[in-house]
């Protein structure tokens, strides 16, 4: 039996894990964001910026930032100033954040 837990947007990760594995029993949102079918992370009011990427083997890409204060708002709550000022740095890979939600037919 596989139990899957998500916190944050890490909720539309399981639920879309969940609806493509038989094996998973049950889900567990803690303070997590859940999608409806067809959603998207980034469809979600929140503004966002795109960095245009580029690797060493000419792959390109981008990465997603929230906006700074939604961020701080959304994710942060209880941090100190000096970690937030980290975590704001960081992108958001963009695959999970347009990746449609699916709750499947099991």
Do not use: W
């Not at 580029?54 to 997603?64: E, I, M, Q, S």
């Not at 994710?75 to 963009?94: I, W, Y």
Request: some cysteine; proline content about 7%.
């Amino acid at each position: 039996m596989v139990v899957l837990v998500g916190h944050s947007h890490g909720g539309a990760v399981i639920t879309n894990a969940a609806a493509s594995d038989p094996d998973v029993k049950a889900v567990v949102y803690l303070a997590a964001l859940v999608l409806d079918t067809g959603e998207t992370f980034v469809a979600l009011p929140a503004p966002t910026r795109e960095v245009p990427t580029a690797a060493v083997d000419g792959t390109t890409g981008v990465d997603r930032y929230l906006a700074p204060d939604v961020f701080r708002a959304r994710f942060t709550d209880g941090l100190c100033p000096e970690t937030v000022a980290v975590l704001v740095s960081r992108p958001g890979a963009a695959a999970h954040l347009t990746q449609e939600a699916d709750h499947g037919t099991r």
